[in-house]
């Protein structure tokens, strides 16, 4: 069967934050469907969907909205039927906030912006391809914090050691950085962020000072996730 992906846009700001256009660069033309939960669009039936992406969003998990819900029951049906689900940044929250409760969920202290390196800490089929240490673009200020069993952490930064997690023997998922960003589309957000007064300025100027060389991360990823 040829895969077909549900994207869940978490996006609020659709015109500034662009998730799926950021992760349909790297499906290279597979089918994908999307629906955008916080504008009230209802989630669809799961049939017929091989695989499940969940995007970053401007939300904090920490400050409950209606449309989580709507998310949460949708991660549990299909955790529940064996669908591969991938979660990034808020969407790798989320699982963790579905499936084990918002406590799990905490402030990032520090909160990471810009660029970071990653080092693999466990291993696991998604992530086998990667390299030990790989750098990619970061933006949150929640993290994932001590998930309970079955969590299983697969990689950190220095400032979160919750940057990769799977539930258990699931497939399901996450990333809390942004790998589906290339450099340069990473560059022209924090630009963009800055002419509207976003803060934390000073660690977007920070980020814009130095921008690694582009990589294939995200698509090594999707296609071990797209074998699942």
Same mark, same amino acid.
């Given at each position: 069967m040829a895969p077909r992906i549900l994207i869940v846009n978490n996006a609020v700001h659709r015109h500034l934050f662009k998730p799926t256009w950021h992760w349909k660069a790297h499906l290279k033309g597979v089918d994908a469907s999307v629906v955008n939960v916080p504008s009230g669009e209802p989630a669809p039936d &799961?049939?017929?969907? #091989?695989?499940? &992406?969940? #995007?970053?969003?401007?939300?904090?998990?920490?400050?409950?909205? %209606? *449309?989580?819900?709507?998310?949460?029951?949708l991660i549990r049906k299909a955790v529940k039927r064996g669908i591969p689900i991938l979660g990034s940044c808020f969407g790798h929250q989320m699982l963790v906030y579905a499936l084990s409760g918002q406590q799990y969920v905490a402030r990032s202290n520090p909160p990471e912006v810009g660029w970071a390196q990653i080092e693999m800490t466990g291993s696991d089929p998604l992530f086998d391809a990667l390299p030990n240490l790989w750098p990619t673009f970061v933006y949150h200020f929640d993290e994932a914090s001590n998930p309970p069993d079955p969590w299983i952490k697969l990689g950190r930064t220095m400032h979160c050691d919750t940057h990769l997690l799977?539930?258990?023997?699931?497939?399901? *998922?996450?990333?809390?950085?942004?790998?589906?960003? @290339? @450099?340069?589309?990473?560059? +022209?957000?924090?630009?963009?962020?800055?002419?509207?007064?976003?803060? %934390? @300025?000073?660690?977007?100027?920070?980020?814009?000072?130095?921008?690694?060389?582009?990589?294939?991360?995200?698509?090594?990823?999707?296609?071990? +996730? &797209?074998?699942?």
């Open positions: &799961l049939d017929g969907f #091989t695989h499940i &992406l969940l #995007t970053g969003s401007e939300a904090s998990i920490l400050e409950h909205k %209606p *449309w989580f819900d709507i998310e949460v029951r799977r539930y258990g023997t699931a497939k399901a *998922w996450g990333i809390q950085a942004h790998p589906e960003i @290339s @450099s340069r589309k990473a560059k +022209f957000f924090i630009r963009a962020t800055l002419l509207m007064g976003r803060k %934390p @300025s000073k660690h977007l100027f920070r980020a814009l000072r130095h921008v690694p060389a582009a990589n294939d991360v995200a698509d090594r990823i999707l296609h071990r +996730f &797209l074998e699942q």
